[in-house]
Structures are given as C-alpha cells and as structure tokens.
C-alpha cells in the first residue's frame, strides 16, 4: 500500500462510471467528489432531491466541470431500489464502481423501513444488499470488473448478528440495533468476495471505514432523547469525535482508496491506521472475528436473499 495514500494517487477514471449511494452530503459527497476529481462519471444517489440538487452545484464550485448527477433512490425502500436498478439497466450498459454508503444512525425509537423491516438493518444492510444484487449484470459487465464498496464502521467490533431478532421487534437498543447493521455490511462484503471468486463473477468487493468521522449523521445520532444528562453525553461525545476523530474529507479516504486505488485488494478492509483506527492514513483495519464467521456469513446471505426477494448467489 502506497503509504499515506492520497486521492491524487488514484489513477485517471475516465470513462468510468460510478455510483455513490447517500451522496448528498458527509462521507458519501466526499467519496463522490473524489471520484470526479479522478475524471469519473459520478451519480449521487439520495433519497432527497433538495439535498442532491445542493450537492451538485456545490460540486460544480468545489470542481468545475466534473461530469455529476443526482439520482433519485431510497435505501429505505425495496420498491425504490428496484425502480432505480431497473431504469439505470436502461441507460447504461455497465457500472464500473458502487460505493455502498447510505446509511442511518442510532434512532432513538425503533422505526421501520416501508418493507416493515427495523430502519436500520433495513437501510444500512438490506438495502445495499438489494442495489448491489440489481446491478450484479451491470457490474460484472464493467471492463475491467465492477468495484463494490461497502461502508462498514469501528461499531461493527460492537456488533452482534442476533438471528431470532433482526428486527429487534423483542428488545430494541440504538446502537445495538446500528453495530448488528455495521458488522452486517462487513460481512456482506466480505462475502461477497468469496462469492464473486467461487462464480467467477468479474466483480470486486472491497469493506471500508471512516474512523471517528464528524460528519451529519455523527453530529445529529449521539445522544438523541432530549434529558439534561442525554444532552451532555451528546455534547461530550461530539467534542470527543472533534478532539480524537477526523474530519468527514480524511474519513472518506478509506472510502475512497477501495473504491480507486490499484493496491486495494479484493476481500480487504481499509481504514485509519491511528489509535483504535479512529484517525488518520488509509491502512489496513481490523476485522472482527464475528465477520469472518463462514457460518454466520451463508446465514446471513440466505436471510438477505430472503427478506429482499433478490438472489445474489
């Protein structure tokens, strides 16, 4: 790994098409605008067109000329997902990178998705499972075989899968129900590699993390209920982010590397290489022992497949 890897590194994108789901802001904007800065085509996918609309010219200012549009997709909904594979089929005949980033953080109160699935495994797992299950032809049409990357987080050393309640409908905790969907997405991932080599499929999949990134939905998640003691954890956990954290650009970074860089390599998993990989240059990150489960990770599939009604195997 070329050390302390900037996006200036990656080599030329252009012709290349990318997708960056949840790019209206944070870690997903930044991925995206490095992305063109390298001369890919970049789609900002959201769920909300004031917001994509915002980040596209605020990407026109921060790099005329790069070639970026905003697409339309909840992550939240199956019907959505679907709707949006169907017509890129229709536009393009290839994705050369997905990043997987949209996602939802530590709700205060157990909320579901419009497939009735716990927001946050549905979002932050199902829903990437479902996109990149869509676009599996188009990916694998790429020249030079598509790039999955999936956004994982430090939370998924907290994780937990826990099988009779997914859905957390028994007994829901925040971030409980936020590191099961972490841990998740690393798992997804890191099948989705043996997956790809056991098919043959000309497809990349590669996890990464951002540390301890101060972005949006770091800011509005920690610590959510309104009591004077929730408000000063929040307040102490914000300062603890700004003080021992990086910002939402140097958080993209492992983002960014699995997505462009020649040295990253299929079933990897990036992320700072600071103290408890909260911070600092691209290295490679700890994976828990929990995502290298085969056992948990053919469960898991199968229960994706499922609850999806895509098939990715």
């Keep these: 790994?070329?050390?302390?890897?900037?996006?200036?590194?990656?080599?030329?994108l252009?012709?290349?098409?990318?997708?960056?789901?949840?790019?209206?802001?944070?870690?997903?904007?930044?991925?995206?605008?490095?992305?063109?800065?390298?001369?890919?085509?970049?789609?900002?996918?959201?769920?909300?067109?004031?917001?994509?609309?915002?980040?596209?010219?605020?990407?026109?200012?921060?790099?005329?000329?790069?070639?970026?549009?905003?697409?339309?997709?909840?992550?939240?909904?199956?019907?959505?997902?679907?709707?949006?594979?169907?017509?890129?089929?229709?536009?393009?005949?290839?994705?050369?990178?997905?990043?997987?980033?949209?996602?939802?953080?530590?709700?205060?109160?157990?909320?579901?998705?419009?497939?009735?699935?716990?927001?946050?495994?549905?979002?932050?797992?199902?829903?990437?499972?479902?996109?990149?299950?869509?676009?599996?032809?188009?990916?694998?049409?790429?020249p030079q075989g598509g790039r999955v990357v999936t956004v994982a987080s430090l939370a998924a050393l907290s994780g937990r899968i826990v099988f009779d309640d997914l859905q957390a409908r028994r007994r829901y905790a925040p971030f409980r129900a936020y590191n099961q969907s972490k841990l998740a997405d690393l798992i997804f991932a890191l099948e989705l590699d043996r997956q790809a080599r056991t098919h043959n499929w000309p497809l990349h999949s590669i996890a990464a993390h951002p540390g301890w990134s101060m972005t949006d939905i770091a800011a509005s998640r920690l610590g959510t209920k309104q009591g004077l003691q929730e408000r000063l954890t929040r307040l102490g956990a914000i300062w603890a982010f700004r003080l021992m954290g990086q910002s939402a650009a140097d958080g993209a970074l492992p983002i960014e590397f699995a997505a462009m860089a020649a040295e990253a390599r299929d079933g990897g998993y990036y992320g700072p290489d600071g103290w408890g990989e909260r911070r600092g240059h691209v290295a490679e990150a700890i994976i828990p022992p929990a995502a290298r489960d085969l056992a948990i990770a053919r469960r898991l599939w199968a229960v994706a497949e499922r609850l999806t009604g895509t098939a990715l195997s």
Aim: contains cysteine.
């Design 1 to 12: 790994m070329t050390r302390h890897w900037t996006v200036k590194q990656a080599p030329r």
């Design 14 to 142: 252009d012709g290349h098409l990318a997708l960056v789901t949840g790019a209206t802001g944070g870690l997903g904007y930044q991925t995206a605008l490095g992305l063109a800065s390298r001369g890919a085509r970049v789609m900002l996918a959201g769920r909300n067109p004031e917001k994509g609309f915002a980040a596209l010219a605020r990407m026109q200012t921060e790099l005329p000329g790069a070639d970026a549009s905003f697409r339309l997709v909840d992550m939240a909904s199956l019907d959505s997902i679907a709707s949006f594979a169907h017509d890129l089929a229709q536009e393009t005949d290839r994705l050369d990178i997905l990043v997987n980033n949209a996602g939802v953080m530590g709700t205060p109160r157990r909320l579901e998705t419009a497939d009735g699935f716990e927001l946050q495994f549905g979002t932050n797992f199902l829903g990437p499972f479902a996109l990149t299950a869509r676009l599996r032809t188009l990916l694998c049409a790429a």
